[in-house]
């Protein structure tokens, strides 16, 4: 199926995020005081479904695949800062003429002497980026738009450097969609029909490489279509060697309340909610992704003891999980 009028709807028909009907693509939370020095033309154009902006990134080379007009990626120069490295990657040249026009006055509200940000003409399903040459990967409801899911988590396992992380909002349905229904046009643009079965993106991501990605947020979106009900996901994978499943080496971690912004505490994802100075069981897997990320400085790892079988990364009762949804599935943590 040819997804060309997918461009043509952000690139013609949709000029602001109120011309969008659906729940799905228009609803995003942003820090008001990185949006600031954000001008309006961009931030009129906001058509994600959440803010996958995760912390860290400064010095870091961030990649949003699909930035449209440049919302994420203007948030994302002011996190990396001058000295950091912004790409956005999108086939829309209408968006991209919006980005590239802002990027002048939206860097002399920074006050960076000169431009972190590039933008590119391309497709997702084929990263015009170097591989092993970037720490973060973003997207912002952009990944359902695409009939090879398949080919885009390739990509962003080869563009990652080792230990590098995805860190995505999208759409996921908790059924397959039907073809009919992925032949409408306005409901594949809007983000609903072309989203992937929660379980088959999983496949998915397991085949690119990703064994374990932890859901980091999820909300019921209030549309519904056919009896299938759509959530918006926040998801974060790393590019390491992990198992298919949570196994338990009586590890424990303690987060040092050292990551700016975040010195109360760091969620990881919906089961593993870290307090500054609290020692947490944690399981192989999480123990590789503390200590083998840009996240190890700040994480107090002890070493592997003994198996002790397969390790529960669900989320507690009175724990801060986001949504009702469990953060493991049947294979892993996803």
């Given at each position: 199926m040819s997804t060309e009028f997918v461009s043509d709807f952000y690139g013609k028909e949709v000029q602001k995020t109120e011309d969008l009907i659906f729940d799905a693509c228009c609803v995003a939370d942003y820090d008001l005081a990185l949006l600031q020095p954000i001008t309006d033309e961009v931030k009129a154009r906001r058509?994600?479904?959440?803010?996958?902006?995760?912390?860290?990134?400064?010095?870091?080379?961030?990649?949003?695949?699909?930035?449209?007009?440049?919302?994420?990626?203007?948030?994302?120069?002011?996190?990396?800062?001058?000295?950091?490295?912004?790409?956005?990657?999108?086939?829309?040249?209408?968006?991209?003429?919006?980005?590239?026009?802002?990027?002048?006055?939206?860097?002399a509200n920074?006050?960076?002497?000169?431009?972190?940000?590039?933008?590119?003409?391309?497709?997702?399903?084929?990263?015009?980026?170097?591989?092993?040459s970037v720490d973060v990967v973003i997207s912002n409801c952009v990944i359902n738009l695409s009939t090879a899911k398949e080919r885009v988590f390739a990509e962003i396992a080869r563009v990652l450097k080792p230990g590098g992380e995805f860190y995505i909002a999208d759409i996921v349905a908790d059924r397959r969609v039907p073809a009919h229904l992925k032949e409408d046009k306005r409901l594949y643009s809007e983000c609903l029909s072309g989203a992937a079965y929660a379980e088959d993106l999983r496949r998915i991501?397991?085949?690119?490489?990703?064994?374990?990605?932890?859901?980091?947020s999820s909300r019921l979106l209030r549309?519904?279509?056919?009896?299938?009900?759509?959530?918006?996901?926040?998801?974060?994978?790393?590019?390491?060697?992990?198992?298919?499943?949570?196994?338990?080496?009586?590890q424990v971690a303690v987060y040092k309340g050292t990551i700016p912004e975040h010195t109360a505490r760091f969620t990881l994802d919906q089961g593993h909610v870290f307090r500054a100075g609290n020692p947490v069981r944690i399981c192989r897997n999480t123990a590789e992704m503390l200590t083998g990320s840009r996240f190890g400085a700040h994480f107090v790892v002890s070493p592997a003891l003994m198996h002790l079988g397969l390790f529960d990364c669900s989320p507690q009762p009175g724990s801060a999980a986001e949504d009702d949804a469990p953060a493991c599935g049947p294979s892993g943590c996803c």
């Open positions: 058509y994600g479904c959440g803010s996958p902006i995760p912390p860290l990134l400064r010095g870091r080379t961030v990649l949003d695949l699909g930035c449209g007009a440049g919302i994420d990626c203007f948030i994302a120069a002011q996190l990396v800062g001058p000295e950091g490295r912004v790409i956005g990657v999108d086939m829309t040249a209408e968006q991209l003429e919006v980005a590239r026009r802002n990027v002048a006055p939206i860097m920074l006050g960076y002497a000169s431009s972190n940000v590039t933008f590119l003409e391309g497709r997702i399903e084929e990263i015009p980026v170097e591989s092993g991501m397991v085949r690119a490489g990703f064994e374990d990605v932890r859901t980091v549309d519904e279509i056919e009896g299938i009900r759509f959530r918006s996901v926040v998801l974060r994978g790393f590019k390491l060697e992990l198992e298919d499943r949570c196994e338990d080496y009586g």
